[in-house]
């Protein structure tokens, strides 16, 4: 794992990127500096799961039952995992965490809220070779897919692992999502992703706080906005509120 200089500039971002290897064609943005967990394994403040298995495996439960009625399709899901895909989609807590092969996409989950937050915290991306987070926990040279038929029992693996499934949702497929397993263990104080130290598998690039505006300004002017993450009709009023925030902000720059 690798700590950079904290970045001011999209094209310092893009600089960082095109010095990448190929293999870490994964990323993840958060707009603070947190530990890489899924929401139903992430702690509260004594470090103790906010669930526990019982209640997450709850959820999951309680939203295969009430869901039918909402769903297209619902007999077109497959697997407890695929499940988890859908579930999450809609605010269930589950143990996948969302990765991208888009790094631009990571960029814009980093920065989106840059006009919101009023701490100017740093944002981070985090980027990962799946491959090789594959072969230290499952033993496999690949992404796993969890829908082409193979029988995968993923709590069999020694540690999180990359694994894909059908785009189920838009916003899978606009975001160009796939995920990272976690296991379901009792205490995950040790198990974030960012826990593994090693820069083969795993690298971090930090956003100073106080360029969020100026990078997030940037993304704009190249056309990716809320309804590039986000395909729905919600988004273009926070496109619309993002477009003024900007020209606020770059009008107040030239003053």
Do not use: C
């Amino acid at each position: 794992m690798i700590s950079n200089e904290p970045i001011e500039k999209l094209s310092e971002f893009t600089e960082f990127v095109e010095s990448l290897p190929n293999e870490f064609m994964l990323s993840r943005g958060q707009a603070g500096e947190y530990d890489l967990l899924p929401s139903s394994l992430r702690l509260d403040k004594s470090n103790i799961r906010k669930y526990s298995r019982m209640a997450s495996q709850y959820f999951l439960n309680e939203f295969k039952i009430n869901s039918h009625n909402y769903m297209r399709f619902p007999t077109d899901i497959n697997s407890e995992y695929e499940w988890m895909v859908y579930a999450q989609h809609y605010g269930i807590p589950t143990r996948l965490l969302d990765f991208t092969f888009s790094h631009v996409v990571s960029l814009m989950f980093a920065v989106e809220n840059a006009f919101e937050d009023e701490e100017n915290k740093d944002a981070e991306v985090w980027f990962l070779n799946p491959i090789q987070l594959n072969n230290k926990f499952a033993h496999r040279s690949e992404i796993l897919n969890i829908a082409n038929g193979e029988s995968l029992n993923l709590e069999n693996y020694e540690g999180p692992i990359a694994i894909k499934s059908r785009k189920l949702n838009e916003r899978i497929n606009a975001q160009n999502g796939l995920f990272v397993y976690f296991q379901d263990v009792i205490n995950p104080v040790e198990s974030p992703l960012n826990k593994i130290v090693d820069e083969n598998i795993l690298k971090r690039l930090v956003i100073k706080g106080e360029y969020k505006k100026d990078i997030l300004s940037s993304l704009y002017s190249m056309g990716i906005g809320f309804t590039t993450l986000y395909p729905e009709l919600q988004s273009v009023s926070k496109d619309i509120i993002m477009k003024l925030n900007i020209q606020e902000y770059l009008r107040a720059g030239d003053e």
